[in-house]
């Protein structure tokens, strides 16, 4: 079974983060006041396992983000994996950007080096100077 924290951001994007990473860090964090780590770490999977409040609890008011984000991944929405992309491609809503957003430049390049690996060489700049 993989277990998986779910939480969603304020911007809508869902992150899962293993919970037994969740329960490493739980069941240290007691071991440094002497408490058994398997005794611990197994005490927070059966939380998780049962739906108890504790594991969501003890996360939420014992760690920040800073603790996990390294360990968590991006979630796609339920909508997403069932969008038809075709009619979005076709009649979704469209803008044409000049500037990448700061949070897609990593993406653009990602797709820049796609393209170059194909052989596709694109323009940037303005197209009024080639008049």
């Not at 396992?49 to 008011?61: Q, R």
């Not at 991944?73 to 909508?79: I, Q, Y």
């Not at 694109?122 to 008049?131: L, Q, R, S, W």
Request: proline share 5%; hydrophobic share 35%; aromatic share 16%.
């Amino acid at each position: 079974m993989r277990r998986v924290y779910c939480v969603t951001m304020p911007n809508g994007i869902q992150y899962g983060i293993p919970a037994g990473y969740i329960a490493h860090l739980y069941a240290k964090f007691y071991e440094e006041t002497g408490e058994d780590y398997s005794d611990n770490y197994k005490t927070m999977l059966r939380w998780f396992d049962t739906n108890n409040f504790e594991f969501e609890d003890w996360a939420k008011n014992n760690l920040d983000w800073t603790d996990v984000k390294d360990y968590a991944f991006v979630l796609p929405p339920e909508k997403i994996l069932t969008c038809d992309y075709e009619d979005g491609w076709v009649n979704g809503d469209a803008k044409l950007l000049h500037e990448i957003p700061p949070s897609a430049v990593h993406a653009y390049e990602q797709v820049e080096k796609y393209m170059a690996a194909a052989n596709i060489q694109i323009e940037e700049g303005d197209a009024h100077d080639k008049n």
